[in-house]
Structure formats: C-alpha cells, structure tokens
C-alpha cells in the first residue's frame, strides 16, 4: 500500500477519505482497512493559509485582499512579525484606523521593537491624536539619536514628512524645536517641514538660527538657497552660498551650486573663477572642465573652448558632450563641414538626436539646397517619427539660422499640414511671419492660440509686443501684453514688452522702470537693444552706449544692435 500511496502524494490522500476498504496490491486480498476519518483544520493551519494567501495577493499587486488576511490573522496570532506586516501594509494603503489598531498591536507584542513605535507613532498622527503621538515621538528621537549624528531629528522629520495634515506635522515638529531651541538640526528639520507646509518666511528664520549655530551646515545653506530662488530673490541666494563657500571652500555641491548661480546671473567671469578653483581642487573633475568650456565659448573664447573640450575627449570622459560642443564651436567660427564632422560622432540618447539636427544647421548655413535640407530632416522624420514635430521645428530653426526665412516658414507649412492644430508649430510659423512681413498669418495664428488656450502668456506677449513695434495699435498691444503680465508677472520678454509698449505710448518713466526689470532678469541683446534706445532718448546717453557695448561684446551679430548702432550713428 504505501509505495501506491506515496506516488499518489496529497491528491491521492483526498481521494481515499472516500474509500470504505483499499487493498494493497502486496497484502493478502482479505486485508481490511479502516476508513479514516475526514481531518479537521487546525486552528494553526487555517493561520498558515491566511499568511500564504495574504503574501500571494502581496505579489500579484492585490494589496487590499492581502491587508485583509494579516488582520484575520493578526487578530488570533501573538507573533510581532504578522501584525508588523499588516500595520506597513495598512500605513502604505493609508487605511488609518486599521493601521493604528495593527500598530498598537505590534507594539504590545513587541514593546522594545524601535520600528513598532514609530509605525505606532505615525498612525497616530495620521488619525489626528497628534498629543499622543508626541510622546512616542521623542522615545523614537532620543533611541533614533544614539545611532546618528543628528539626534534623531532626521528620523523624527522623516515621519512627519508623511502626514498628509502638514501644517499639524510642522505644528508637532514646532513642539520638539522649543524644547532644543539651540539645536542646529532642530532649527534645520523644522525648516525643511515648513517648506512643505508652504511656510517659506518661518523656514528661512529656522535656517537662519541653524547656521547662526553651526555655519558649516552645508545643507542648511542649499535649502535657504532654493527658498530664496523660489521666491525669487536671486541677489539674497547669491550673496548667501558667497558666504557659504568661504566658510565650506571644500564643498562641491555648494561652489558647483554657486558657480551655476552666478552663470544664470550673467556673471561668467565669477562663474569661471568658482569653476576653475573647482578644478584647482580636483584636477579629474570633468563637470569642472566640461563647465569652463562652455563659459569660454559664451564670451566667444573659442580657442580657449576647445582646449577644455579636447582635454574631455583625450581623458575620454564626457565625449558625447565635447563631440557636440565642437561642433557647435566650429558652427560659430563659420566651419561647417568640420561642425557636421564633430556631430557626426555623437552617439548615445541623450545627444543623438540634437547632434543630427545642429548637421541640418550646418547644411543650411552652407549652403545647401532647400532640398538636401528637408532631405536630411525627413529622413530623421522617418527613424524618429514620434518627434515628428519637434524636427519641422528644428528644421525651421535651422533655416531661420540660416536666414532663409521664406524656406522657414514653408517648413512648417508642411509641418502645419500634418499637425494642423500644433500650438508650437502654429507659434514658430508667427514669428518667422513677422520676419516675412506676414503680419496677417502673425495675428491669425497668435488669436487662434489664443482662443484655444487663454492663459498662453507667451502668445498674448507675442501679439502685444508685434503690435507695438510694427504698428500704431498701442492700446491693443497694451491690452494683451497687460494679460500676460498677470499671467507670467516676472518674464523678461513680458517685462521687456511692457517697457517697450510704455516707450512708444510716450511714458519714459515707465518703460525705463520695466525695461530695467527685464535687463537684470536676462540681459540679452534685444533687451539690451530696448533699454539703450530708451535710455539714449531720455538723455542717459553714457548709460546707454554702456549698455550697448556690453551687448555688443556678448553678441556682436545680434541684428537689433546692429540697427540701433545704424540709427544712432554710435
């Protein structure tokens, strides 16, 4: 019998519960068995399948029907593992009521388990009994505090940081801050919870206390900081990471945080300086040299450039970078087949794609034919047929470029045939119907942007600004560049449209005022073009010629300085 049963295994046993006698194959024919009786489950193995249908649910992504199971089984079960895995599973699905009876539960099994408390102490919070949670909070901090460096303050943020209640999470937090008021990490974690709470003014003074405590905070530093940039108070940043280097003149991220800053400024030669004491301190650091390359090629030091590019592709490292940044190099000195060849090396994802597009350029500005152009962008249209769109724009750019803007704008005709109601394509083709003296497709396209979307700040400022420079419809223009000023109240090109649209209403004052926002905001040549003529016809001629020669300097081709240069005779 038991050879025949053994092949049989679990399904063979079933079956015999139904069987009155069986006779083994190997016994005498009048053996007799008796029928055994149909088992009953055991509490302990009804416990085992709930645990194994709960971790099943758990793998096929069912996890309300595994929450389930572990509460049945947490409900008859003393091991802390069971009511550990319901109350994370219960805190993950956010069901609180259920998490916090799991939680209690675990934390009465296991009264020492350091991760029963603090789930215990989250439920708490997220069902609203915020007084009790204290209390197993400064338990966690203090047992938190005896295995880091920052007295369990970052344990306590962590928490907090997952209550949904944030003003109650930094009100808990606030609690533990007056208590240890000459804690630097307590200044700093309060400071990081109110940033969530949407209390950047409470956060910056709790950062302040911080480093006021400990100046070499470096993190403390980098959060005031990207407050500071979101309130747009780039001067308060700048100066704050000056000092933070001084004090931390070793510390990457914060000289990298601030040489950047000072790029998005416009203020390449302290920028350069930051990069290069960078690379002073660590001559392999190929973001440092990557970085000093492109500020060389920003103010036009071409030679200087590409030694920083070649020494990348000598160490091999960055290469897709410095093969593109050639090319672009020798776009800029006019050596557009050496540019193509620089791109023509660029592999990988992240450059690919924009490599092939700066050849169309280089084909454009050589020369070429419209045909071999819309050749090399259908082709590319064709490998990459998800960025259909993004290629008749480039394909446009590179004409435009090229200055061949009658072929521009007939690229995104084609484009606007495939991609009729494109708001990019509809906005790329009234800018280049500006330089064509297309001034009805301009108005056609920005309106039916318009209409589509109200709140385009960049199509109502595009309308309001071609209004005030190419025609007399002033109060029109001012009308829409008004509506995008609300929309995007700190924009340079708004500013700038603004003070542009003051000028030719005749107000002096009040372009001057705008037109200075949008400068320091983003000194480009346009802008720089704008504040220079009003700056010369208010009488500020020193200033104004000041202005214009820095421009000048950073952009020598821009064709707005050429023509104020034409009619002022400077």
Known sequence: MNTLLKGLGFSGLLLLSGCATVVDAQAPAETEFAIRPVLQPSPRAEWMYQVLAAELAGKRDQLD????????VAATSADPRIAERGAMLALLLKDHALALELAQHWQTLAPAD?????????????????????????????LAGKKDKQDGYATLASLLSQVEDKPAALRVMGQFRDRNPRSAFAQYYYAMLAVAA?????????????????????????LRTRILLDQENREAALAGLGKAVTVLPRDRNLRMSYAKLLIESGQLDKARREFAT???????????????????????????????????????????????????LEEQRGNY?????????????????????????????????????SQHFDTLRRTNPQNSIILYLAEAEAL????????????????????????????ARALLAERIDRLDVLERDLRAIIAADPQNGQALNALGYTLADRTDRYQEALSYIEQALAILPNDAAVLDSMGWVQYRLGDQVKALEYLRRAYQANPDAEIAAHLSEVLWVS????????????????????????????RFGW
């Open 337 to 373: 087949v050496k540019a193509k060849e620089w791109y023509e090396r660029v592999v990988g994802e992240d450059r690919y794609l924009n490599a092939r597009m700066r050849m169309g350029v280089t084909l454009a500005k050589a020369g070429d034919s419209t045909a071999v152009v």
């Open 539 to 566: 009488g500020q001629r020193e200033e104004a010629k000041k202005i214009w020669r820095e421009a000048q300097r950073k952009t020598p081709d821009s064709r707005q300085l050429r023509q104020l240069q034409e």
């Open 278 to 328: 960078l690379l002073n301190q660590n001559p392999k650091d190929a973001d440092s040299v990557y970085a000093l390359g492109l500020l060389a090629a920003e103010t036009r030091q071409f030679d200087l450039a590409e030694s920083y590019f070649l020494d990348l592709i000598k160490r091999k490292t960055r290469l897709a970078d410095a093969y593109f940044e050639m090319g672009r």
């Open 65 to 72: 029907v595994a929450l389930d199971n572990y509460r049945k």
């Open 114 to 142: 350091e991760q029963a408390r603090q789930a215990l102490a989250l439920a708490l919070l997220r069902n609203g009994r915020v007084d009790e949670a204290a209390n197993y909070l400064e338990t966690v901090r203090k």
């Open 198 to 222: 949407g209390e950047r003014d409470q956060a910056l003074a709790s950062l302040d206390q911080a480093l006021a405590r400990d100046p070499k905070m470096a993190a403390a530093h980098l």
């Open 400 to 427: 435009r470029e090229a200055e061949r803007f009658q072929e521009a704008f007939a690229a995104l005709e084609r484009g606007l045939a495939l991609h009729p109601d494109d708001k990019d394509l509809l906005y």
